[in-house]
């Protein structure tokens, strides 16, 4: 049985942690500051690889994000891969900066 959970330290530093059989088995680096969250590093151990758990920290993430009214930076290849391949999907979390 997986669980999911958004551990955040007093400087809103931390981690959206997956578990699966009470065991950390994944994980992604975030930080939050004003409206915007930034997503780092997204991390699987080898022994769950294909399993789909970045996909269920990318869906905690992104519902994270909406309930908080949070915009995501996707600082992370593999959440920022997520996000160009299906746009549509993130475009209400999707912080794009605009260049003037």
Known sequence: MERIEVILDEKNIG?????????????????????LLRVF???VDEEH?????????LNKLVSYAREHSLKIIPLCPFVHAQFKRRPEEFQDVWYKKLHS
Do not use: C, P, V
Request: charged share 35%; no cysteine.
């Open 49 to 57: 690889n294909g399993k789909g758990f970045a996909k269920l920290l």
């Open 41 to 43: 590093h997204t991390e």
């Open 15 to 35: 981690e959206i942690q997956l578990f699966s059989d009470d065991k950390k088995a994944g994980k992604m680096d975030i930080s939050i500051s004003r409206d």
